[in-house]
């Protein structure tokens, strides 16, 4: 059974995420606010963090932050504002998802599972341990990429990015074959949303941004022999 934080200052909210989750067989534990959260953080092990962002004393970004730093921990991210800087501050912090409030309580739990799946797979899908095109190395069982020999930190949605792009390399992907597999659920954004990921993962890749092709019209290929 997956244990799950829920972090909100509205027991409402806390209530209804956790009859929800509860009710598929997750194993919830609340916090009222980003300091509580961040203490619960350092007692305990938790398979995935729900992380409003409008809190007293601390805010979810800033706890998401201090969190990053204690342990390695998905997080899905509730907001009562929709802006694309506040996904993007999210997502550039290591955030898996971003969920504006009022939110379905089904859709939200759709989320939830499929970050669960992508950090807890059943079993092996047979896939070789490790990716390399020339300095770029991607390890699979870890989940770390190495540039050059040097490891460096993705968003666990670059990384999914990435992976997708390379375990199809040369062939040419379409926007929502991307979207609907790395996301992994009905999309709720817009074409700028993916731009932005393959921005990050381009920056994060340093040299081998070459890999990444952008196909005007179409989507983006991982080019490489």
Known sequence: MNKILVVDDEEKIRALIRKYAEFEEYSVVEAANGMEAIEKVKKEDF??????IMMPELDGFSACKEIK????????????????????????????????KPFSPRELMMRVNAISRRHHPAASDGTHNQLKYEGLTIDCDSRIVYVDDERTELSPKSYELLLYLAKNHNIALTREQI??????????????????????LRNSIGPYRKFIVTLRGVGYRFEAL
């Open 69 to 100: 730093k204690i342990k390695d921990i998905p997080v899905l991210m509730l907001s009562a504002r929709g802006e694309e800087y506040d996904k993007i501050h999210g997502f550039e912090l290591g955030i898996d998802d971003y969920v504006v």
């Open 179 to 200: 979207i609907n597999t790395v996301w992994g659920y009905d999309f709720y954004g817009d074409d700028r949303t993916l731009d932005t990921h393959v921005k990050l």
């Open 47 to 52: 398979d995935m963090i729900i992380l409003d």
